[in-house]
């Protein structure tokens, strides 16, 4: 079955340092690729999307390119802040039919430090 | 005007007990759906409705079950619950692949 494998956590940061969240997927099929970002205490927000190779996603500085040949999709961002620490999730929306059935990684916990 | 709406945002309860979570979008989507987060953040699907209409049921204990009014609402009812309910219930809405996230309700059972 599908499956999204992404780096474990926690991930500590200084500000304005760079970061990468690895996150490689296994899915019959075309998936779209997503990451989530949960901050504490709240529900899940949608921060970027990619639905085919090699498309880029980005938002708020983050950025992630769907790679087919290594089925990857590693968010990046250049320079951290302290309001980006949060939980992030990998994931892929994969069709079945008429409907879509998304697969989460295990989430990864990010702090980042003045 | 929040695009997905859960209430309650906690809800403790004793071991036993039957409650409710009521979930709404106001984003006109077909699709609805339950997700439980457990303590380790790990999310899981639960259920998914499409215009009312149950389609996916994933494993879970039929304690558990959703009921959709209409496509803007999908409410979520567990019949005598156990210490192992106690996680974050979160309700989604989608148009096509993109899900839409409500705030989450957190379940506590003692």
């Known amino acids: 079955g599908d499956s999204v494998t992404q780096m474990e956590g926690p991930v500590t940061l200084s500000e304005e340092a760079f970061l990468t969240i690895n996150c490689t997927y296994t899915a019959t099929g075309y998936p779209s690729l997503f990451w989530y970002v949960q901050y504490p205490g709240e529900g899940l927000q949608l921060l970027l999307k990619a639905t085919k190779a090699d498309d880029k996603g980005s938002n708020k500085g983050f950025e992630a390119t769907y790679r087919k040949e290594t089925t990857s999709f590693h968010l990046e961002k250049g320079s951290v802040q302290v309001s980006d620490s949060a939980v992030y999730f990998c994931?892929?929306?994969?069709?079945?039919?008429?409907?879509?059935?998304?697969?989460f990684g295990k989430g990864t916990l990010l702090t980042v430090n003045p | 005007d929040t695009a997905v709406s859960q209430t309650p945002k906690y809800l403790v309860t004793q071991m036993g007990n039957d409650k409710s979570i009521k979930c709404e979008q106001n984003l006109g989507h077909d699709t609805m759906y339950w997700y439980k987060q457990d303590s380790k953040k790990f999310l899981k699907i639960m259920f998914s409705y499409n215009n009312k209409e149950l389609i996916i049921n994933e494993t879970v204990p039929n304690r558990f079950s959703p009921k959709s009014p209409d496509k803007a609402h999908l409410n979520l009812h567990i019949n005598s619950l156990e210490l192992g309910d106690s996680a974050v219930y979160f309700c989604?809405?989608?148009?096509?692949?993109?899900?839409?996230f409500g705030p989450g309700t957190r379940l506590t059972v003692l």
């Open positions: 989604a809405s989608s148009l096509k692949d993109t899900q839409y």
């Open positions: 994931a892929l929306s994969a069709r079945g039919g008429s409907n879509y059935k998304l697969t």
